[in-house]
């Protein structure tokens, strides 16, 4: 197979795999999942090479089933399908993976995108996907490590945190100590995002039952109504 995914992305690069060649492990789309990886590119990746200009590093895209659990990736991986990118920006070129994720967040459509590990300033890889056109669920997410594992939670990023002041969300003030701020609206000790501390103030979205749906620090997530008291 030599045909091209794309303008900028040979077979070759959107096949690679280090795991798959020490392990010997087969990585070959077929053609549903090849003709899948070509909107992916068409649509996600030679739309941010054109913007900025300058080359962009793919750190994986298409994973046979076989590699992607040898990796230990979700048994639900878009990449399984050619329908996810990873990608990376290559230093020396002026460009930062925050300004791919922002670029992409504001102008591009697409199903998923994940603000992968990093810190606030910036992540670590990003994370693309894209199924079709009105099936995009422009779905926004954060990794963050969480001991040996990865959670994933709901994100804000800073350039569209900024369009939604523009809602005037009501405010809230944390009125205990050491709130636990949940990616659900339910008590489980696996969904704490953070711990909030009394006095933080936060933007309350909405409200389901006796959970507020908050906005805090670029995360979305969700705490008890009793221990928020409404200022706005």
């Known amino acids: 197979m030599n045909e091209n995914i794309s303008k900028h992305i040979t077979y070759k690069e959107a096949v690679f795999s280090q795991t798959a060649i020490r392990k010997g492990i087969k990585n070959e789309p077929n053609k549903t999942q090849l003709a899948a990886m070509k909107k992916v590119a068409e649509n996600i990746f030679e739309k941010l090479r054109a ?7 793919i750190s994986s895209f298409y994973r046979s089933i076989e590699l992607n659990k040898a990796i230990g990736g979700s048994a639900t991986s878009q990449h399984c399908l050619g329908q996810a990118i ?8 002026g460009i930062t993976n925050k300004d791919l994720f922002n670029y992409t967040v504001k102008f591009l459509d697409f199903d998923q995108i994940i603000w992968e590990f990093g810190n606030d300033d910036d992540p670590e890889w990003v994370h693309i996907s894209w199924v079709g056109n009105g099936k995009n669920r422009k779905k926004i997410t954060r990794a963050i490590r969480s001991g040996n594992a990865a959670k994933y939670i709901d994100f804000v990023p800073e350039i569209l945190l900024t369009l939604t002041h523009n809602k005037k969300y009501k405010k809230g003030i944390v009125n205990v100590d050491k709130l636990n701020f949940r990616s659900t609206c339910e008590i489980n000790k696996n969904n704490i995002i953070s ?6 103030v936060v933007d309350v979205v909405s409200k389901t039952g006796s959970w507020y749906k908050i906005i805090y620090n670029h995360k979305q997530g969700f705490v008890n109504t009793r221990y928020l008291s409404l200022i706005e």
């Open 86 to 93: 990873d990608i990376q920006a290559i230093s020396g070129t």
């Open 195 to 200: 711990i909030l501390n009394k006095n933080s």
């Open 51 to 57: 913007h900025f200009g300058k080359p962009i590093r």
